[in-house]
């Protein structure tokens, strides 16, 4: 169980963030769940990258040249920028529907509408 | 809202240290860990240190808009300038002619572990820069214009 | 007569030339208002100029692989990474040429339409901007050959479209259909991460026709087709998920819906480009095709039976994309489904195919037009709810022709583009299965009485006095759709030069997997 | 119904995602060949002591030139939204 713990813990991540943007009716949670799921999907990129007794593919004053997998984290530096991003942008969305309905809940949204 | 006298005199005192290690970390991209985004991330936490001291309109007086916006833009023209360097010289897109080429930043590195050179690496530095400046110019702006947002009633 | 320079990098350029100008956009908009609009027309004129010669070059030359950062464009493979490609590169076939046409053709008249005729906007630099980027990102979606740039481009215009979805921002609806829209290509994209992690752990590539090459099809294989289906279909808009559909089309300025129509086309480009030539025949073809078929059918028929009762008529157009959507996954999904048997496809799954990827590049043509057209209505009437209007064809009299053209067109009535490929879904389909094609045609009959319903109710009957004051629409906006009417009519009259020419091709760069993956890893 | 619907939805990921995790080994990637390339080759191509940092802005660079874009594009997105109170380029005239 404990040798593959990250995967575990990749599953329960995305279940959380899955459930809560499906569940919840709140804006901002909705948000909070997308970014839970993000940061499912880049501690999975993450270790897959991993190789044992590896260190930090950097040469300057490197101990040795066992090296772990470089490519993972160029993709997660892209992923979290483009989550920075969605956040923003989403953030500023429910703001924006907050100020026109006065509510962030999605249903009474709904029944707002003109 | 404006922050007291001491909050805004720290801010004052803090802004320049935290720019300064921003570019640090922009700068030493290709050596240490590090780069352009983490870099650019830093230097805007000193604006949103600026930004939470003071009230929004000193702020936008302080740091006009257009600046930003031109920050934007020359960053990521540098960017996509040093992409397009490499059709110039009839090579494809986005090709590092730069490295090991003796000119800037084209110092040739001997391989394995070693205590590491600024000038070399091609166009990471200048790659570097650009991204560096945009994500500061890009935070920056976002955060003012989130702010702008907050507080005022109607539409 | 054309540079070496423009013939050996145009590809590139296709992209290159987009983003440099989006990226000044707001720069020169601070300066001169008119500057802005020649500079926003010219970077469009350009680019699809450049698409253009693009497709042709890959049509009389074939694959056209594009390496990003070699010595050399062509140098797929380093000398001693033992035959792995490590850079990113474009890869653009036959299929990706036809989208290339598509984007071309589309991008130019609705930066026409938009930049010459609505000028009461605020915020216009943005707007300009965000055009560019969603144009250069369908571009990018379209010809790129590895999987995460594909990913990046995929965000790049969920982000540009749902900025230009929520534009008017006083109207609340438009934000909350901008947020319902990102939401989906948010949850859509990170569905996509996972695949990507999936098939990088497996096999260390992120190059399509690598991951091709070295493709087993194991158990998580089957999960990441899973994900990757439901993430792309998500956004083309097939059935189970399409609720995001009539609220982003309905609200968005028309421009950007007509834009959008390509938006959703690329990622159903995605979802054939994943099946077809990653997975090809590793997956059991018949279950695979299957679903496509499945989803394609609820697609024509939920969002038929939806569009009939809509008053809005730019959500009553979106419903009927939904089930134009259908035709192209029951066409495309029955030659997945024969995919295994050579008898069948020569018999009838390669005429299904063709009839499935034509029907793209008609549907992106009539839906433009009538997107165009509700917008030049609503530009001058000022309303979306038909009931409200009545009489308009005194006065607006192009548009009432255009208008026809185009709902004739959807329709699939004979002289008009969208027959044509209609045609040929029914008569491959009928021998594959003879109750799907039953149902498409009552689809199509059903779209022709709601069209037949909107354009009563919009031009016809008596001149109402409140539009009185209501003239023909501006004439740029007529240009943008007379181009589009003489392409609709052009591709109906000569449907056989249209097959031969650009659909064969396509259909054939998607069936046969090697020939995609021998231009990356065979050719040094 | 829509609650458990979800519920339903939640149990089949869940499902998925344990096929995910019997799939790989930590600490042991099953094959890192193009990985040993950037390793081995990213120093010497492009004289940089950072692999990721080599691969970021030079193997991969156009996938950086989309990030920034998507960045860019977020800032004119949340700029358009706002438009009304710090003013777009052009203050808004309705």
């Not at chain 1, 892209?78 to 907050?98: D, E, P, Q």
């Not at chain 3, 908009?29 to 004129?45: D, N």
Request: aromatic content about 12%; some cysteine.
């Amino acid at each position: 169980m404990f040798a593959n713990l990250p995967y575990y813990t990749v599953v329960a991540l995305t279940i959380i963030g899955f459930a809560t943007v499906l569940l919840k009716r709140n804006l901002v949670k909705m948000t909070m769940g997308l970014n839970i799921l993000t940061a499912a999907v880049n501690l999975l990129i993450i270790v897959l990258g991993f190789r044992a007794g590896g260190i930090a593919p950097i040469y300057t004053m490197a101990p040795q040249t066992e090296m772990v997998l470089p490519t993972p984290q160029a993709l997660v530096l892209t992923s979290i920028v483009i989550g920075v991003a969605t956040t923003a942008l989403l953030l500023s969305f429910t703001m924006v529907i907050y100020r026109k309905y006065g509510t962030t809940n999605v249903d009474e949204i709904r029944e707002l509408r003109e | 809202m404006q922050m007291s006298k001491i909050v805004r005199l720290s801010a004052d005192i803090m802004y320049p240290f935290v720019v300064i290690f921003g570019l640090y970390v922009i700068m030493h991209g290709h050596i240490t860990p590090g780069g352009g985004f983490q870099g650019g991330a830093v230097v805007a936490t000193g604006a949103a240190l600026v930004i939470v001291a003071y009230a929004l309109h000193d702020v936008k007086a302080m740091i006009p808009k257009v600046l930003l916006y031109l920050q934007e833009s020359m960053g990521l023209l540098l960017f996509i300038g040093a992409g397009l360097a490499g059709m110039l010289l009839a090579f494809p897109f986005f090709f590092n002619w730069l490295a090991n080429s003796g000119s800037l930043f084209g110092m040739p590195v001997p391989f394995g572990p070693n205590p590491g050179e600024l000038n070399t690496a091609g166009f990471l530095p200048i790659m570097n820069i650009a991204v560096g400046i945009e994500v500061w110019g890009g935070l920056t702006l976002i955060l003012l214009y989130m702010l702008s947002g907050v507080g005022k009633e109607g539409y | 007569m054309i540079s070496p320079f423009i013939w050996n990098n145009a590809v590139v350029l296709t992209v290159a030339v987009p983003l440099l100008a989006a990226f000044l956009c707001p720069l020169i908009g601070m300066f001169t208002e008119t500057g802005r609009k020649a500079w926003v027309l010219a970077a469009a004129a350009i680019t699809s100029a450049l698409a253009l010669f693009t497709a042709w070059k890959v049509y009389t030359y074939g694959t056209w692989v594009y390496v990003f950062g070699a010595s050399v464009p062509n140098l797929t493979v380093p000398a001693d990474s033992g035959g792995i490609p490590v850079r990113i590169m474009f890869e653009v076939d036959a299929m990706s040429a036809l989208m290339l046409v598509i984007v071309a053709i589309l991008g130019f008249v609705v930066i026409l339409y938009s930049t010459m005729a609505d000028d009461k906007r605020s915020g216009k630099a943005g707007y300009y901007t965000l055009f560019l980027l969603l144009i250069a990102s369908i571009i990018g979606m379209v010809s790129t050959g590895d999987l995460f740039n594909f990913f990046v481009f995929f965000e790049i215009s969920g982000l540009a479209s749902a900025g230009l979805i929520a534009y008017r921002v006083e109207k609340g609806r438009a934000v909350e259909a901008g947020l319902k829209y990102f939401l989906v290509s948010t949850l859509a994209g990170i569905f996509m991460l996972f695949v990507i992690a999936i098939l990088y752990g497996q096999y260390n590539a992120l190059n399509i026709a690598m991951i091709a090459e070295r493709m087993q099809y194991t158990s998580l294989d089957k999960l990441a087709l899973v994900l990757i289906i439901g993430a792309l279909a998500t956004k083309a808009g097939s059935v189970p998920m399409h609720f995001w559909t009539p609220d982003a089309y309905g609200l968005a300025p028309s421009a950007v819906t007509a834009l959008l129509v390509v938006a959703s086309q690329a990622s159903l480009y995605g979802l054939f480009r994943m099946t077809f030539t990653m997975y090809n025949l590793t997956l059991n073809a018949v279950t695979v095709g299957w679903i496509l078929i499945i989803l394609g059918v609820l697609s024509m028929f939920v969002g038929v039976t939806m569009a009939i009762p809509q008053k809005d008529v730019k959500r009553l157009m979106a419903y009927h994309a939904i089930s134009q959507t259908g035709y192209m996954l029951l066409g495309v999904g029955t030659g997945l489904a024969v995919l295994g048997n050579v008898a069948m496809m020569d018999a009838f799954g390669q005429m299904a195919m063709e009839g499935g990827i034509f029907h793209i590049i008609n549907h992106a043509l009539y839906k433009g037009l009538l997107f165009l057209t509700a917008g030049a209505i609503i530009y001058r009437v000022g309303t979306r709810d038909m009931n409200k209007m009545g009489g308009l064809g005194h006065k607006m009299k192009w548009t009432m022709v255009f208008f026809m053209i185009g709902a004739l067109a959807i329709a699939g009535i004979p002289p008009f583009n969208g027959f044509a490929s209609k045609l040929m879904i029914y008569e491959s389909v009928y021998l594959f299965n003879p109750v799907l094609a039953i149902i498409a045609m009552v689809v199509s009959i059903l779209t022709l009485a709601s069209f037949v319903k909107v354009f009563h109710s919009i031009f016809m009957g008596p001149q109402l006095p409140e539009y009185e004051h209501v003239e023909e629409a501006p004439r740029p906006m007529l240009w943008a759709m007379g181009i589009l009417a003489v392409l609709v009519i052009l591709f109906g009259i000569f449907p056989q030069h249209v097959v031969n020419y650009l659909i064969t091709p396509a259909a054939n760069a998607l069936i046969d997997q090697s020939g995609y993956i021998t231009a990356v890893l065979g050719g040094v | 119904m829509k609650r458990n619907l979800t519920i339903l939805l939640l149990l089949v990921l869940a499902g998925m995602l344990l096929v995910l995790a019997a799939g790989f080994h930590y600490g042991t990637p099953l094959v890192s060949d193009m990985d040993d390339y950037f390793i081995r080759f990213g120093q010497e191509q492009i004289a940089a002591n950072n692999i990721v940092c080599s691969i970021v802005f030079d193997y991969r660079g156009f996938d950086t030139l989309g990030e920034s874009t998507v960045l860019f594009c977020a800032v004119i997105g949340v700029s358009l939204m706002f438009r009304r109170f710090l003013g777009g380029e052009d203050d808004a005239d309705e």
